[in-house]
């Protein structure tokens, strides 16, 4: 953009599997600065955000709009699946963009599959586990719930278990939750730096696969191969990841950075709990 800067929207969904297919419960502002600050920051937006207004998607919760306009240019306007989808994603960057005041420059979103694919690949990922997790409520994709733990302290986990580190909700927030999906993308990022990804083409060709199966982008793949590239000159320690909340004291006494947002009663959003600026 005119500051040059890349800013990205990057989403992530279940898989043909999970129960919200289309729900996109990872949504994430990347922008990066190659060229002056080398710096990187990353914002999380809450799955439950409600947009009262869009320009062209009505309104609703942010982990649905994908979902929703989609299934209206596929069943109201007669667009093919693969259209659609393209559609979609550029109308929920855009619209994240004006309610952000930021040019969006392209969108990608990765399933399940895909995310643990791309983890194995490069042999698994170190993260420093903040806190102890230890969540009986984790959903075992059969309508059950498994147990899921890790404990507190630096460990490297794999595909499987980075994707649970993610997901699992029951021991924190949403917020906390977001958090941890940053620290697990900055991990990737840096272990792909390690392990000098960009000139391994056996797991060049890997990844390739696990993309063409798992992830969709409406950048082409010249302009994936210049953010790839601009993206090594980023300094790892100017990686900044922030987070909405709704630790704004208007509960507690507690006030976090990013609290911008409150819970409205639920009877105004059909029983729903949604957050609001």
């Given at each position: 953009?005119?500051?040059?800067?890349?800013?990205?929207?990057?989403?992530?969904?279940?898989?043909?599997?999970?129960?919200?297919?289309?729900?996109?419960?990872?949504?994430?502002?990347?922008?990066?600065?190659?060229?002056?600050s080398?710096?990187?920051?990353?914002?999380?937006?809450?799955?439950?955000?409600?947009?009262l207004?869009?320009?062209?998607?009505?309104?609703?919760?942010l982990?649905?709009?994908?979902?929703?306009?989609?299934?209206?240019?596929?069943?109201?306007?007669?667009?093919?699946?693969?259209?659609?989808?393209?559609?979609?994603?550029?109308?929920?960057?855009?619209?994240?963009?004006?309610?952000?005041?930021?040019?969006?420059?392209?969108?990608?979103?990765?399933?399940?599959?895909?995310?643990?694919?791309?983890?194995?690949?490069?042999?698994?990922?170190?993260i420093?586990?903040?806190?102890?997790?230890?969540?009986?409520?984790?959903?075992d994709?059969?309508?059950?719930?498994?147990?899921?733990?890790?404990?507190?302290?630096?460990?490297?986990?794999?595909?499987?278990?980075?994707?649970?580190?993610a997901?699992?909700?029951?021991?924190?927030?949403?917020?906390?939750?977001?958090?941890?999906?940053?620290?697990?993308?900055?991990?990737?990022g840096?272990?792909?730096?390690?392990?000098?990804?960009?000139?391994?083409?056996?797991?060049?060709?890997?990844?390739?696969?696990?993309?063409r199966?798992?992830?969709?982008?409406?950048l082409?793949?010249?302009?994936?191969?210049?953010?790839?590239?601009?993206?090594?000159?980023?300094?790892?320690?100017?990686?900044?990841?922030?987070?909405?909340?709704?630790?704004?004291?208007?509960?507690?006494?507690?006030?976090?950075?990013?609290g911008?947002?409150?819970?409205?009663?639920?009877?105004?959003?059909?029983?729903?709990?949604?957050?609001?600026?």
């Amino acid at each position: 953009d005119a500051q040059g800067y890349i800013n990205l929207l990057l989403l992530g969904q279940g898989d043909e599997d999970h129960d919200g297919k289309d729900l996109t419960d990872t949504i994430m502002v990347a922008s990066l600065d190659p060229e002056g600050s080398k710096s990187a920051v990353l914002l999380s937006l809450p799955r439950d955000l409600y947009f009262l207004r869009t320009e062209k998607m009505g309104k609703g919760r942010l982990n649905s709009l994908y979902r929703d306009y989609k299934s209206y240019l596929r069943f109201q306007q007669g667009m093919e699946e693969a259209q659609a989808s393209q559609e979609a994603m550029r109308e929920v960057a855009a619209e994240i963009g004006r309610q952000l005041h930021l040019e969006i420059h392209g969108t990608v979103k990765v399933d399940f599959i895909g995310f643990v694919e791309a983890v194995d690949v490069i042999g698994g990922i170190e993260i420093n586990v903040p806190y102890d997790i230890i969540d009986t409520e984790y959903p075992d994709e059969n309508f059950g719930y498994q147990t899921f733990e890790i404990l507190k302290g630096l460990r490297h986990i794999d595909g499987e278990t980075a994707l649970k580190y993610a997901r699992s909700r029951h021991t924190t927030s949403d917020f906390g939750r977001s958090a941890r999906q940053q620290q697990l993308l900055t991990a990737l990022g840096e272990k792909a730096q390690q392990e000098g990804l960009a000139t391994d083409p056996k797991k060049i060709m890997n990844l390739l696969g696990i993309m063409r199966e798992n992830m969709e982008t409406t950048l082409s793949v010249s302009e994936l191969i210049g953010i790839a590239n601009a993206a090594r000159d980023i300094n790892r320690s100017n990686i900044i990841t922030m987070q909405l909340n709704d630790r704004n004291a208007l509960y507690d006494g507690f006030i976090e950075p990013g609290g911008f947002l409150y819970t409205p009663p639920r009877d105004e959003f059909n029983g729903a709990s949604v957050l609001l600026p």
